[in-house]
C-alpha cells in the first residue's frame, strides 16, 4: 500500500489549495480514504471522510463547509479542496486508508500566512 500526498504549499489567508492522495498497491474502489492533519504542537485531527464510492461525506466542524472531499476512482486519487483557508488550518496534511491495519501517506505542508 502506498499513499502519495501533494498540491501542499504556501497561501494566504481566504485561499485556496488543492490536495491530491495518489494511491497504489491495493483496490482503491474498495475503501473509504480519511483526510488528517496535525498542526505545530497539537495532536493529529481528523478532518474528512469519504466513502468507497464517493456517494456520502463527512466533515469536523472546523472545516465544515470550507473543505471539500472528493475522490476519482479511476486515477485512485483522492483529493481536498480547500477554500476559505484560515492560519489555522496550517498543518501537515495526511490521507489514510483503514484496512486491517491503517496507512498514511507522507504529508503535505499547507501554510496559511500572509
Known amino acids: 500500500v502506498q499513499l502519495v500526498e501533494s498540491g501542499g504549499g504556501l497561501v494566504q489567508p481566504g485561499g485556496s489549495l488543492r490536495l491530491s492522495c495518489a494511491a497504489s498497491g491495493f483496490t482503491f474502489s474498495n475503501y473509504a480514504m480519511r483526510w488528517y492533519r496535525r498542526a505545530p504542537g497539537k495532536e493529529r485531527e481528523w478532518v474528512a471522510t469519504i466513502t468507497s464510492a464517493g456517494g456520502i461525506t463527512y466533515y469536523a466542524d472546523s472545516v465544515k463547509g470550507r473543505f471539500t472531499i472528493s475522490r476519482d476512482n479511476h486515477k485512485n486519487t483522492a483529493f481536498l479542496q480547500m477554500n476559505s483557508l484560515k492560519p489555522e488550518d496550517t498543518a501537515v496534511y495526511y490521507c489514510?486508508?483503514?484496512?486491517?491495519?491503517?496507512?498514511w501517506g507522507q504529508g503535505t505542508q499547507v501554510t496559511v500566512s500572509s
Open positions: 489514510s486508508v483503514q484496512m486491517q491495519l491503517t496507512y
